[in-house]
């Protein structure tokens, strides 16, 4: 793995040029090259040494900046990185145009082989979401706990504002609203995505928003923005309708992290409905159900969610605590060798039945 600085400055082999991406104050960028892919890393030095690492994954058309703000409240808690997916924020797209659900994951489970990062607690929102899940069921080793923001898990009846993500998985149908939208403006793209994401988008300050827009601007000189954007819908679509052991309600039932799951009452994209389902499927979960929040409660709330997480985070802490001691215990009288559990499936099988992301076009 070879890791470069980057001050404020958009990755080297996009083209054409682009204005930078935005770095808060404290925050810093680097650029990571793994096989296949380069990741940008978006990391916030934690207050003391010695602090758990944690690991922030967004959502579809989203980036790593959609974490800054919880990132700037855990970081006395955690040591917190926020990555950028392949072809989406500062990231490139992968060599092998493979924007699956597993594809992500693959990854983010490469970047913590790499980085030696794991255990993390590890973060999802949206697609994030269900790439953190399959992450945490495929490779337990590597999560410390869980916390999902309106994961995108399957649905059999998918909220309205969730249609257009659908359609735009279809081929042709990305150039087609490209042309459709052509006249729009960075502003207006901006304010249908918040009234879409928002459950009250006059949360929003005017920093805020001026700093979307301009992130908005960035993005739609990329010339491969609305490629990534129709792959991942795409791998979005696949994924729910994949069955079997590798569907994704099926890896949450096999997920052994301690998990919380948030989700917001005004949620246009993720049915609200769907928290109980969830909170069945994951084995030793707790629910946060926030009746204002939309679709990105960690950016409307940041500060409910960052105090929701630091009680996963103590829990998990003082149960492993309890574990290691009877575990301790037992050791002095059983002289029987440790196994490794057997997560009963791999992303390279996941990969094979998750058809249509690497090699379709929009």
């Given at each position: 793995m070879?890791?470069?600085e980057?001050?404020?400055?958009a990755?080297?082999?996009v083209?054409?040029?682009?204005a930078?991406?935005?770095?808060?104050?404290?925050?810093r960028?680097?650029?990571?090259a793994?096989p296949?892919?380069?990741?940008?890393?978006?990391?916030?030095?934690?207050?003391?040494?010695?602090l758990?690492?944690?690991l922030?994954?967004?959502?579809?058309?989203?980036?790593?900046?959609?974490?800054s703000?919880?990132?700037?409240?855990?970081d006395g808690?955690?040591?917190g990185?926020?990555?950028?997916l392949?072809?989406?924020?500062?990231?490139?797209?992968?060599?092998?145009?493979?924007?699956?659900v597993?594809?992500?994951?693959?990854?983010?489970?490469?970047?913590?082989?790499?980085?030696g990062r794991?255990?993390?607690?590890?973060?999802?929102?949206?697609?994030?979401?269900?790439?953190?899940?399959?992450?945490?069921?495929?490779?337990?080793?590597?999560?410390?706990?869980?916390?999902?923001?309106?994961p995108?898990?399957?649905?059999?009846?998918?909220?309205?504002?969730?249609?257009?993500?659908?359609?735009?998985?279809l081929?042709?149908?990305?150039?087609?609203?490209?042309r459709?939208?052509?006249?729009w403006t960075?502003?207006?793209?901006?304010?249908?995505?918040?009234?879409?994401?928002?459950g009250?988008?006059?949360?929003?300050t005017?920093?805020?928003?001026?700093?979307a827009?301009?992130?908005?601007e960035?993005?739609?000189?990329?010339?491969?923005?609305w490629?990534a954007?129709?792959?991942s819908?795409?791998?979005?679509?696949?994924?729910?309708t994949?069955?079997?052991?590798?569907?994704l309600?099926?890896?949450?039932?096999?997920?052994?992290?301690?998990?919380?799951?948030?989700?917001?009452?005004?949620?246009?994209l993720?049915?609200?409905?769907?928290?109980?389902?969830?909170?069945?499927?994951?084995?030793?979960?707790?629910?946060l159900?926030?009746?204002?929040?939309g679709?990105?409660?960690m950016m409307?709330?940041?500060d409910?969610?960052?105090a929701?997480?630091?009680?996963?985070?103590?829990?998990?802490?003082?149960?492993?605590?309890?574990?290691?001691?009877?575990?301790?215990a037992?050791?002095g009288?059983?002289?029987?060798?440790?196994?490794?559990?057997?997560?009963?499936?791999?992303?390279?099988?996941?990969?094979?039945g998750?058809?249509?992301?690497?090699?379709?076009?929009?």
């Open positions: 070879s890791s470069t980057l001050p404020s400055v990755a080297a082999n083209l054409p040029k682009v930078p991406v935005r770095v808060e104050e404290g925050e960028l680097r650029s990571v793994l296949g892919i380069t990741l940008t890393v978006r990391s916030r030095p934690p207050r003391h040494e010695g758990p690492p944690a922030y994954v967004h959502g579809l058309g989203g980036s790593s900046q959609n974490w703000a919880l990132m700037a409240l855990l808690h955690v040591d990185e926020a990555v950028d392949p072809g989406f924020g500062d990231s490139p797209p992968p060599d092998d145009g493979n924007y699956s597993t594809g992500h994951a693959r990854a983010v489970i490469r970047y913590l082989d790499a980085a794991g255990p993390v607690h590890l973060f999802g929102n949206s697609m994030g979401g269900a790439v953190a899940t399959r992450v945490a069921a495929v490779r337990p080793d590597l999560v410390r706990t869980l916390t999902l923001v309106s995108a898990l399957p649905e059999i009846l998918i909220q309205r504002g969730a249609v257009p993500t659908g359609l735009l998985a081929p042709g149908v990305a150039a087609l609203f490209t459709y939208t052509k006249e960075a502003e207006q793209r901006v304010r249908g995505v918040m009234a879409l994401c928002y009250d988008p006059g949360r929003v005017p920093e805020g928003f001026r700093n827009v301009e992130e908005m960035r993005r739609l000189r990329l010339p491969y923005f490629d954007m129709a792959r819908a795409r791998g979005i679509v696949n994924a729910y994949l069955g079997g052991q590798h569907g309600w099926r890896q949450a039932e096999r997920v052994l992290a301690p998990t919380l799951l948030i989700y917001g009452g005004r949620d246009q993720v049915s609200f409905r769907m928290a109980q389902r969830a909170a069945r499927a994951f084995r030793d979960s707790r629910l159900t926030l009746p204002e929040a679709h990105v409660a409307e709330y940041p409910v969610v960052a929701a997480f630091r009680e996963l985070a103590a829990d998990a802490d003082e149960s492993g605590r309890r574990s290691a001691s009877a575990g301790s037992a050791a009288g059983n002289s029987a060798g440790t196994s490794t559990q057997d997560t009963g499936t791999s992303l390279e099988d996941a990969a094979s998750e058809t249509g992301t690497a090699d379709t076009r929009s």
